[in-house]
């Protein structure tokens, strides 16, 4: 039994996967923004990396984002973000990731004065030299903050225009309570229009409701969606469209949303034929990239071997590549567990 553990925990970490659920913001190494913070010479509240990791210890979504959003405050040049894009390809690369598509919150960075450009472009040099250096394939999606009024999301998706060819979709992310998806149907509306996939974070800390507010608006994947338990009718609904959910088990965790992950109803939803795949979220403050979803999850639900090879064919079923793209990764499942 200790040795088919052991096999499982490599296939966990190993197998190949795609990331759909990964805010590059939130890859944001104590170290790293430290190490930046010097080199930008701005004084932050920390005397060590120690002291940093002890912030990290929030208790809810409200408390995340405020430190979320303090760490950022470091961020000013091309080099800065071109080095958080690197560090996290990097670090995924070798916990079997082949296939992303990152969050980037331009509001973030707007509102501290940093021009759209510097942050675009820091972006991708640094995923054109990280698939040559480990084989990852990268596209960024546009997420704006639903705290934020849609008017000012407006006014970024304007300024986004020029770089239209490399943003793959647009997304809504930040605090759910109280911020529904109607609020940014028109944002919607207009990026379904300028040819954007389309995708938005519901039913995390928000109601099931949520998710189905967004099916209503054309939303092609949900991000979070655990909520979807809640409501068999929703659940049939979406394993009928095969809508994909981009779970994020630590970061539920984390935020308390599933305080015991030993119930964390992954089977559930499985059974139920819904499209979930694992996800890491904010790996830097939840405790682990996407390798790491996967095995806390074998260790805290069991899963089998055939359900964590379904979660990694999920994860490619559940891009916004053509079908040929995901057959091919796909087929890299198969070729890396035959080996």
Known sequence: MQDKNENLEHICMHIPKAEMHVHIEGTFEPELMMEIA???????????????????????????????????????NKADFYDLMYSYIKKASTQGLKYAEIFFDPQTHLNRGVNFETFFIGFKEAMVKA???????????????????????????EMA????????????????????????????????????????????EGPVDNIKMAIDLGIERIDHGIRVIDSEEVMKLCADIQIP???????????????????????????????????????????????????????SCGLTYEEIVHLAKNSFRATFLALDNKIKYINSIDNFLNN
């Open 245 to 299: 959910f981009t779970l994020c088990p630590l970061s539920n965790l984390k935020l308390q949303v599933y305080p015991d992950l030993s119930k964390y109803p992954i089977k559930n939803l499985m059974e139920k034929n819904l499209l979930v795949m694992l996800n890491s979220d904010d790996p830097a403050y939840f405790g682990g990239y996407v390798g790491d979803n996967y095995m806390a999850l074998f260790k």
């Open 131 to 157: 698939q040559e250096d480990f084989g990852v394939e990268t596209h960024l999606i546009m997420c704006f903050l639903r705290d934020l009024p849609e008017s000012d999301a407006l006014k970024v998706f």
């Open 161 to 204: 225009l020029p770089y239209k060819s490399d943003i793959l979709a647009i997304g809504l992310d930040s605090a759910e309570i109280g911020f529904p998806p109607e609020l940014f149907k028109n944002i919607f509306a207009l990026g379904k229009e300028h040819g954007f996939r389309l995708c938005c974070h519901a039913g995390e």
């Open 38 to 76: 010097k080199r930008n010479n701005i004084v932050v509240p920390y005397k060590s990396i120690e002291e940093v990791k002890e912030k990290y210890k929030f208790k809810n979504l409200q408390e995340f984002l405020d430190i979320y959003y303090a760490n950022c405050a470091v961020l000013l």
